[in-house]
């Protein structure tokens, strides 16, 4: 009688244990299917947290207290963060694991061997080069460094101003992926002498590390360059156009332009990839910087910038980085039409037109998040 009790217990218990395990795979299936319907690509365990609609509400209530004329691209650049942080979520891991207390151990580990220079880049032309052409790029993308080579980013006079071209590399994380990948970058300096490579990994929140190297090489091996485009390998950039704006210009006077981003909150997220806890930066707003599609400076404001930023505690976000080092030099930078670094969209106006016009791109500068082949 007792056995045959205890094992009734036993079945009843294991019952509920198969009913709830059931009940519990139904819920992660709907949620399966609800992130699909919403268009990702994989269900993250962690998705059940939605850390976007509250984002984008602090970012929409920025734009409308915030009186600045720059509204319409605040509200635009908070859909391009919530679409980024859609994306992150599904590879959680990447972000949430960055060591953000290492970084603030390691911050002061700032100088980084040049393990490939171009020591005589500037000093082909008698009077320096008129631009000189900064891109930031990674060891594995040769294509893209190819096509900005072959297309926006020739060297050479540009309505008789000197053009000069210098790609940004660092260390590639994973070598046992590019095994020869030292050789090749050998080679390709050799071919183009147009790659400079430091020593320091090439990682996302590395990037302010770039800058920094870049600045102080300009100041040391181009410093008789007029002005700097610094920008990303998938831009298009209307060199014409620049050169034009620039020939008004003076060298030696302060220059920073862009497309600027005002007011701009630290995203408290933390999925989010460009997550920054409190312990990193306290204040509830970044000084004005610019977006990282490309900018301008003048050969004066690069010599200060160079100076300021190696006093600036390093940031892991590099654009935010550089905003910091302009409000050390007091420094506004100016805000410029021409700086599409989100894109461009088609006016109403001129609906029948297609999105590679070239009406679309006579009065542009610089045009953001491009593909090899639209470049
Ligand atoms: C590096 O790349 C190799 C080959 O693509 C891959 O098998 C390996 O898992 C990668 N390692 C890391 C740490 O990502
Ligand atoms: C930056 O590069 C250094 C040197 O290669 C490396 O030790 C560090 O882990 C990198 N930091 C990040 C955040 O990737």
Known sequence: ???????????????????????????????????????????????RIFPIPAALQQ???????AAKPRTISEV??????IQEDLTTTLAPLTHSAFDFKGYLRNK??????????????????????FLLIAIKSLVEDFDRREVVRKTWGREGP????????????????????????ETLV????????????????????????????????AEEFCSNAKFIFKGDADVFVNVENIVNFLEKQDPSEDLFVGDIIYNAHPIRVRKS?????????????????????GFLLSCSTMKKLSRACGEVELFPIDDVFLGMCLQRINLKPVMHE??????????????????????????????????????
């Open 1 to 47: 009688m007792r056995v045959q009790l205890k094992g009734d217990a036993i079945c009843t218990l294991f019952l509920v244990v198969a009913l709830c395990t059931m009940l519990y795979s139904q819920l992660g299936h709907t949620s399966v299917r609800e992130e699909k319907a919403n268009g990702q690509r994989k269900p993250p365990a962690t998705s």
């Open 338 to 375: 021409g700086f599409k670094t989100f894109g461009i969209t088609k006016p109403s106006a001129a609906p029948h037109l297609q999105t590679f016009d070239p009406c679309f791109y006579k009065d542009l500068m610089v045009v953001h998040s491009l593909k090899v082949a639209e470049i």
């Open 273 to 293: 990839k460009y997550y920054i806890p409190e312990s990193m930066y306290g204040l509830g707003m970044y000084p004005a910087y610019a977006g990282g599609g």
């Open 158 to 181: 540009v309505n008789g101003a000197q053009v000069q071209r210098v790609f940004l590399l660092g260390v590639p994380k994973n070598k046992t992926s590019l095994p020869m990948w």
């Open 59 to 65: 970012r929409l209530n920025a734009g409308a207290t």
């Open 108 to 129: 002061d580990n700032r100088k980084f061997e040049l393990l490939v220079n171009q020591p005589k880049k500037c000093r082909t032309n008698p009077g320096g080069p």
């Open 76 to 81: 635009k650049r908070a859909k391009v963060e």
């Open 186 to 217: 050998r080679q390709e300096s050799q071919m183009y002498r147009d790659v400079l490579l430091w020593g320091f990994q090439d990682t996302f929140f590395n990037l302010t590390l770039k800058e920094i190297h870049f600045l102080s090489w």
